[in-house]
């Protein structure tokens, strides 16, 4: 199983940065590798949606989100057809002035045996998971 756990501070207030990572539809337009976003459910306090990604092959997971407002973004995997565990977390903390610290948490494992498995898990959390984070810091940029 892999697992990363990455913190930055962003110079983006943390309603923004809140609200970039809430903002599933648009997702296909700022975070790489993401070919398709279906919302099944959503309310104020979480939503499941079904994510379809392209990483050496397509894949799609449907994971469950719990919102708390401004302060984190839990998700826990429903169902992937490659995916055997997906959970993780956005955690955000105001800092004032506009800053935000952000801590991204993430274990993911898939199901099944194949070559270069354990390379693939570790690249998804340890080369895109900074790359990830630039994204939506950006995208919360521009709100």
């Known amino acids: 199983m892999a697992r990363a756990d990455r913190t930055e ?16 539809k648009k997702y296909t ?29 397509e894949i799609s997971y449907t ?7 401004n302060k984190e973004v839990a998700w826990s995997l429903v169902t992937g057809d490659m995916m055997k565990v997906n959970n993780g977390k956005w955690t955000l903390k105001d800092l004032g002035n506009g800053k935000t610290e952000v801590n991204y948490n993430l274990e993911m494992e898939f199901k099944g045996f194949l070559p270069g498995l354990g390379m693939i898990e570790k690249t ?5 998971l900074p790359m990830t984070m630039k994204s939506f810091s950006k995208r919360a940029q521009e709100l």
């Open 29 to 57: 337009d700022f975070v790489d590798g993401v070919k398709s976003v279906v919302i099944e459910k959503e309310t104020p306090d979480g939503a499941v949606v079904k994510f379809t990604i392209n990483i050496i092959k």
């Open 63 to 69: 994971i469950t989100l719990k919102h708390t407002p």
């Open 124 to 128: 998804l959390v340890s080369t895109n």
């Open 9 to 24: 501070i962003y110079d983006v207030p943390v309603e923004k940065f809140y609200q970039a990572i809430v903002d599933y």
